[in-house]
């Protein structure tokens, strides 16, 4: 676990996107962890991670996120960040990240939701 992270006070976490650390949408394709978004100052950080692409790549649990594909994610709208971090098609993902102040990159190709729950051994979200 990263140092930063916790050392990071309750009242600087804003929202965790995907709270149940999977899209809503199970065919998404998605690097495997969930987006915490702080505050004071704006940063996002990797919250819960499973046995997945970024976790096989090296990212950890505690990463500030720079960037995804070139792209910086803080000050992003939810909406903005689903879409930076899940998609429709496969396609590869590169994230630049700060780790206890050393800056790393990381690519991957993200996988889709049902396969990152089938690799945990988590049921589908579907409710039937």
């Known amino acids: 676990m990263s140092h930063k992270m916790l050392a990071i006070k309750d009242e600087r976490f804003l929202i ?5 650390h999977y899209p809503n949408d199970e065919k998404l394709y998605y690097p495997g962890f969930e987006v915490f978004v702080l505050k004071d100052p704006p940063q996002i ?3 819960g991670i499973e ?15 720079v960037s995804v594909n070139g ?9 903005e960040l689903e879409a930076l971090f899940s998609g429709q098609k496969l396609a ?7 780790r206890d102040g ?6 991957f190709q993200p996988e889709q939701a049902t396969v990152v729950m089938r690799n945990n051994q988590h049921n589908s979200l579907r409710v039937t």
């Open 16 to 20: 965790a996107c995907s709270p149940r």
């Open 45 to 47: 950080v990797v919250g």
């Open 51 to 65: 046995n997945g692409p970024a976790s096989r790549a090296g990212v950890h649990w505690g990463d500030f996120i």
């Open 71 to 79: 792209v910086d994610p803080r000050n992003k709208s939810v909406a």
């Open 92 to 98: 590869s993902m590169t994230l630049t990240i700060d």
């Open 102 to 107: 050393v800056t790393k990159t990381f690519s």
